[in-house]
């Protein structure tokens, strides 16, 4: 079964500072997608990022950036100049075209001023 | 261009009793799916529909929940009957085509408590 853990349940960092948050994946699939998403308190889940397991490169937008070994099956995310908006919930999700969003449990990220 | 509505945004009900929720996708995405969030978990997928067909209901309690997505826009879910353990929040999104490496646009959510 192809599973996705986010070990870290809660994180803080000062503004402006920099943090990673980790995602582990199993699966046997060759080709997927792995997506960060972002769920701000009460409002609706946005996309933060997107990987095709085929690109070696990793994907950046803006702040926000991922480190994906796919060999040991991690994708983390880095936000740096951390602001205040970026206070969420986040989660990580894997999908492919056998298997559907699976998301992880999610990390909740605090920005202190 | 508009989001993806869902109403109502909370519901409380006793168990046993019958709950719908509605849900307005972006206009022109053929794809909407339906999410199950218990608090401290990852959204879990319901069920997928492609237009107005089901495409994926593997992980719907079919003894309880119903879908359905009549013409191919709106979509209601339904409860019936109500257990304490359906308490989530379920959230509605939709994508443009429904390939797995599209994006998904998600709605607010409806909070449901079951007392």
């Known amino acids: 079964a192809q599973t996705v853990t986010q070990s870290q349940p809660e994180m803080s960092v000062q503004e402006a500072e920099t943090v990673t948050l980790s995602c582990t994946y199993d699966?046997?699939?060759?080709?997927?997608?792995l997506f960060w998403y972002k769920q701000p308190p009460s409002r609706q889940m946005i996309l933060v990022i997107r990987?095709?397991?085929?690109?070696?490169q990793n994907a950046t937008e803006n702040r926000f950036s991922v480190n994906f070994q796919k060999a040991a099956k991690s994708f983390s995310l880095k936000i740096s100049d951390s602001q205040l908006g970026d206070t969420a919930m986040y989660f990580c999700?894997?999908?492919?075209?056998?298997?559907?969003?699976?998301f992880g449990t999610g990390t909740r990220l605090k920005v202190l001023a | 261009e508009a989001g993806v509505a869902q109403s109502p945004r909370y519901k409380i009900i006793e168990k046993r009793q019958s709950v719908a929720f509605w849900c307005n996708p972006i206009?022109?995405?053929?794809?909407l799916y339906w999410y199950q969030q218990i608090l401290g978990q990852g959204p879990k997928l319901l069920i997928q529909?492609?237009?107005?067909?089901?495409?994926?209901d593997s992980q719907l309690p079919k003894d309880r929940f119903s879908a359905e997505r009549l013409k191919g826009v709106d979509s209601t879910l339904k409860i019936q009957p109500a257990k304490l353990e359906d308490s989530a929040v379920y959230l509605c999104?939709?994508?443009?085509?429904?390939?797995?490496?599209?994006?998904?646009?998600f709605g607010p959510g409806t909070r449901l408590l079951v007392l």
């Open positions: 999700a894997f999908t492919s075209g056998t298997y559907k969003y699976i």
């Open positions: 699966t046997s699939e060759s080709n997927y997608y």
């Open positions: 206009s022109g995405h053929a794809t």
């Open positions: 999104a939709s994508s443009l085509t429904g390939h797995y490496q599209e994006t998904q646009y």
């Open positions: 529909f492609q237009n107005n067909g089901v495409v994926d």
């Open positions: 990987q095709e397991a085929y690109k070696q």
